[in-house]
Structure formats: C-alpha cells, structure tokens
C-alpha cells in the first residue's frame, strides 16, 4: 500500500484526538489502536526514507566526481525541504483511521 498517495488532507500541526473516537473508529480498545497504528506509522516512515534515499541516490551518482557540487546542489536541498514538511507518520496513520482508508 502506498501511504504517501494522498497525504494533502493531513494537518502538519499536532492536535488532540478523542481517545473514545479512535476506539470508534477502530474497533478496538485504546491500547490495541495504538500498537496498530504504531505499526503503521512505522510503515509509513520507511516508506517516506526509502523514497527520499531512492531520489537523493540519484544526486550522489550524478556529482560523484565533483565534491563542490555536492555541497552547493539547490535541487538537494528543495528535495530536502520538501521531505521536511511531510506530516509526521503518526498523524499520517491517525488521520487515515479517520478516513476510514484503513481497516484495523
């Protein structure tokens, strides 16, 4: 499953959620939400490094020859930012829960 698909509705910013409401959503009791969803965030986090490694790959065998580049090269540095801004994966996992895009 690819959770990086359609992470635009996903706050950036931390926000408190209804313990209760998660118990609804899920099914489950708290704690077992919990596990689940740390699992998932867990998956989303690789997810999102392998993705950034796979494109910053792309720049180390392009300036493998020039140290100056590599150091001064915008388009890393835009990709990184980029990367930055991402959600966190907890709120990634959370708010698909939400949605009702995962099952649990």
Same mark, same amino acid.
């Given at each position: 499953m690819s959770f990086l698909r359609n992470i635009n509705n996903v706050k950036t910013n931390t926000e408190t959620i209804d313990c209760i409401h998660l118990e609804k959503k899920s099914g489950k009791n708290i704690y077992e939400t919990i596990c689940i969803l740390e699992k998932i965030s867990q998956k989303i986090n690789n997810q999102i490094k392998e993705d950034l490694y796979s494109k910053l790959e792309e720049f180390h065998f392009v300036n493998k020859n020039n140290l100056e580049e590599i150091f001064e090269n915008?388009?890393? =540095?835009?990709?990184?930012? *980029?990367?930055?801004?991402?959600? !966190?994966?907890?709120? =990634?996992?959370?708010?698909? *829960?939400?949605?009702?895009?995962? !099952?649990?």
């Amino acid at each position: 499953m690819s959770f990086l698909r359609n992470i635009n509705n996903v706050k950036t910013n931390t926000e408190t959620i209804d313990c209760i409401h998660l118990e609804k959503k899920s099914g489950k009791n708290i704690y077992e939400t919990i596990c689940i969803l740390e699992k998932i965030s867990q998956k989303i986090n690789n997810q999102i490094k392998e993705d950034l490694y796979s494109k910053l790959e792309e720049f180390h065998f392009v300036n493998k020859n020039n140290l100056e580049e590599i150091f001064e090269n915008k388009e890393q =540095i835009e990709l990184s930012k *980029l990367y930055e801004k991402f959600p !966190k994966p907890t709120s =990634i996992s959370i708010q698909y *829960l939400l949605d009702g895009k995962i !099952k649990i």
